[in-house]
């Protein structure tokens, strides 16, 4: 067997045996789940939880038995899973819940793993094998989860670090998950070996350091630069908004709409409509080139859906801008409504309608749209458009462009997670990114992920948010070879749990 280990306590029938007894172990346990509740990607966020949390739990998982040891980890990916929704306040309906439990589970895995393949295994495997699994899940999760990267893909509690966050136009969000990981493999192995453990530290510090110097290279030295365009984000006047509640309602459904007055309905969403034409017109005299509303910010029935996109054709004509109006359109019949946007040029021509591919499990119940991210050319660049939402799925957002337009539409708890997950985006595949959010936080950010322009919904009664940003995307490895890292991740860690499974079994025959 190789004596070259992470840990290299004595196993006995009942697992390692602990210095300091269950004391610490079970202090360790405690440092890990208080820490996990404050990096579970939510509005706590603190970026060194995010660092220290895996730490602690793996130094309890590999100095407890299996059976008792991984439980307890369990239930604090739940108790983290539950906080989770508790501080982003979403509904918590029985879908939303259980759904969460069991993304919370395949949070616990890389611990699994960890725990039952790397005793005996050499220091590599000790070392790789948790962050490759670590990866590897959350990739697993944004493929069969209807949460995308909302929820367990702890890279946007780095979004104050730039430097380090320009890893992800290689690996996208992934890559973050993968770093955070190691450092904990790292510092289990030093904790385990703090006399041997010299090389292994002095290597992690030495990459992590090369990362930060590229990352921050990368922004000093090739910084966008070149044209740059005006952009308009608008949302509804606070006011006006306030006002088509209190015709039809708080919290109400499109189905429940078709079933009121349509003639109040219809005259209250003509008054949103104006002010939104009003404001895009605003915003073209004031040099707006671009100008997008935030999601469903237009409210029209189907009937009316003709004549209300002739009155945007002709905004954007008679200001010379290129237009995009996003809409609430509420159908007469199931499933009562669509969420769209319509982007139109500066002559009045149509030039995409796109609906909304990915709407919010347990809180929008019509379809979503094909998937496909219109892309279009134009005199300031490539625009393309997604919604809300969608933003949260990597792999919907890596499309070749210039400048992603997001109209959104959140809650306070949710309003700057959301935004920083734009930043994200735009840093992956090198566009800026401009989200404009009712009822949350309004951002505009350049390809490297700078913050060209920021507005809180709550406070103002007009949101307008002018940003000028680059008219030139930048090219980036993730848009090109996608999430190759992430695959390599997942192979690697069913490679290395074979081999194991291989090697007991030869045991067991000789």
Request: aromatic content about 10%; glycine content about 10%.
């Amino acid at each position: 067997m190789n004596t070259d280990t992470v840990a290299p306590q004595s196993v006995t029938a009942a697992g390692p045996a602990v210095p300091g007894g269950d004391r610490w172990r079970w202090a360790w346990l405690a440092a890990g789940a208080v820490l996990w509740l404050f990096a579970a990607r939510g509005r706590f966020d603190i970026a060194l939880a995010a660092w220290l949390s895996p730490l602690f739990l793996l130094r309890f998982t590999r100095t407890s038995p299996a059976a008792t040891g991984l439980l307890p980890v369990w239930l604090a990916s739940v108790l983290a899973s539950v906080f989770w929704l508790v501080e982003t306040a979403v509904p918590m309906t029985p879908f939303v819940v259980v759904g969460i439990i069991a993304l919370g589970t395949l949070t616990v895995v890389p611990y699994v793993v960890d725990r039952l393949v790397t005793p005996g295994a050499g220091t590599v495997v000790g070392l790789l094998l948790f962050p490759a699994a670590l990866a590897a899940c959350e990739f697993a999760m944004t493929l069969i989860s209807p949460f995308g990267t909302a929820f367990g893909v702890p890279a946007g509690t780095q979004h104050g670090t730039l430097e380090l966050l320009q890893v992800v136009g290689l690996t996208g969000p992934y890559g973050v998950g993968f770093l955070l990981g190691l450092f904990a493999t790292v510092a289990n192995h030093f904790w385990a070996n703090p006399r041997r453990a010299g090389t292994v530290l002095g290597s992690f510090a030495a990459v992590l350091l090369v990362l930060l110097l590229a990352g921050g290279a990368r922004l000093a030295f090739f910084a966008p630069d070149g044209d740059r365009v005006r952009v308009a984000g608008i949302s509804p006047d606070t006011s006006i908004t306030r006002e088509l509640k209190g015709v039809i309602g708080e919290n109400v459904t499109q189905q429940e709409v078709a079933g009121q007055d349509q003639a109040a309905v219809r005259a209250a969403f003509d008054k949103v409509n104006a002010n939104m034409l009003a404001r895009s017109r605003e915003a073209g005299q004031a040099g707006a080139k671009i100008v997008m509303w935030s999601e469903q910010a237009a409210n029209v029935l189907a009937a009316d859906l003709p004549a209300f996109l002739g009155q945007v054709a002709a905004t954007a004509r008679e200001s010379r801008i290129y237009l995009q109006a996003a809409v609430n359109l509420y159908l007469p019949e199931a499933p009562y409504a669509a969420n769209r946007a319509y982007l139109f040029d500066p002559e009045g021509k149509q030039v995409w309608v796109y609906n909304k591919t990915h709407p919010v499990p347990g809180l929008e119940f019509y379809p979503g749209g094909d998937g496909v991210v219109p892309v279009a050319e134009t005199p300031y660049g490539r625009l393309a458009t997604v919604i809300c939402f969608d933003a949260d799925f990597p792999e919907l957002l890596r499309v070749d462009a210039d400048i992603m337009m997001v109209p959104a539409r959140d809650w306070p708890e949710v309003g700057a997670m959301h935004s920083q997950n734009a930043q994200l985006r735009a840093v992956e595949n090198g566009y800026a990114m401009i989200r404009q959010a009712e009822f949350g936080v309004s951002g505009a950010f350049d390809q490297q992920g700078r913050t060209l322009a920021a507005h809180d919904y709550a406070g103002a009664d007009r949101h307008i948010v002018y940003s000028d940003v680059p008219t030139g995307g930048a090219w980036t490895a993730y848009r090109v070879i996608g999430d190759t890292f992430s695959w390599l991740c997942m192979a690697g860690t069913v490679v290395a749990i074979g081999l194991a499974v291989r090697d007991r079994r030869s045991r067991r025959s000789s």
